[in-house]
């Protein structure tokens, strides 16, 4: 496993300090003609300021269902979530400002070029200097080649980028991406990867991270949480993952998890 700098959560370690994130019994049933379904049920955890954690699960566990419900896109249907200490459900436009969003799978206004999306996006974050942070992040994050090309057009991965150029606008303290290397060649993923490690070294943002890439949340994770169901089953550091499975990738963990009837959390729960 790839080693880490140091955990700059360490000196947010105090409780005078709220978690970045702090999440209590949160729960979302959806309407539906066959009845209600629940796709996250009483989820409860917390993410230390500076760290980077993992957010894993198949397809349908509740994942982005979850981080919507952190955004406040999303309204749940019990239970509570703070980010930075501000209570979301009263209070998100207070914080809103210190956080933002990345994902492939959330498409931007096709007809604006990358750099007239990008300053609208800029402008509805209330930069000052919009241009010219427009401008560095092309230069970091090897935009400027299409700027000027409308966003409708670029290939998947360039898409991939430039969603990470507009939550990167209003350099976020907290920072949700799911699946931030889809579709990018392992080159540039690598690439992604070291620049959100240099990201989160100079700025101490708290990265939440949904993926599936299992090699990737080794690389850049503090801690992990494992969704099944709509519920957190197993969380931990990686290593402390591998070492409970007694697996050698965080993968064969996932796939232990993925297809166990009652993973282990569960089972540990049920005999308390």
């Known amino acids: 496993m790839t080693q880490r700098p140091p955990d700059p959560s360490a000196a947010d370690a105090s409780p005078l300090r ?3 994130i702090a999440v209590e019994a949160l729960t979302k049933r959806f309407d539906t003609p066959g009845g209600a379904v629940t796709a996250v049920d009483a989820v409860s955890f917390r993410v230390a300021r500076g760290s ?3 957010l894993l699960g198949g397809n349908g566990a509740g994942k982005t269902t979850t981080i919507s419900m952190l955004l406040g896109v999303l309204l749940p249907t019990a239970g509570r979530v703070e980010i930075l200490g501000v209570d979301m459900a009263r209070h998100r436009h207070a914080v ?3 956080m933002n969003f990345s994902s492939p799978y959330v498409e931007l206004p096709h007809r604006l070029t990358v750099q007239e999306n990008l300053t609208v996006y800029g402008h509805l974050y209330g930069l000052t200097c919009v241009k010219k942070r427009v401008r560095d992040l092309a230069d970091q994050l090897d935009l400027a080649r299409f700027l000027n090309r409308p966003s409708g057009g670029l290939s998947a991965g ?3 980028r430039v969603a990470l150029a507009k939550a990167l606008l209003n350099e976020p303290e907290v ?9 990018l060649d392992p080159d540039t993923a690598d690439w992604i990867r070291r620049y959100l490690e240099a990201y989160r070294a100079r700025t101490g943002a708290t990265i939440l991270l949904a993926s599936h890439n299992m090699p990737e949340v ?3 994770c503090d801690d992990v949480l494992v969704m099944r ?4 089953v ?3 550091a990686p290593s402390d993952l591998l070492a409970r499975y007694g697996r050698a990738t965080l993968e064969e963990v996932f796939l232990d998890i993925a297809r166990a009837e009652t993973p282990m959390t569960e089972r540990a729960n049920a005999a308390d």
């Open 18 to 20: 709220p978690p970045a």
């Open 52 to 54: 980077v954690t993992g």
């Open 96 to 98: 809103l400002a210190r």
């Open 158 to 160: 360039q898409k991939t």
């Open 175 to 183: 920072l949700l991406l799911d699946e931030p290397t889809a579709s």
């Open 218 to 220: 080794e690389r850049l």
């Open 229 to 232: 169901r709509g519920r957190v």
């Open 234 to 236: 197993d969380q931990g």
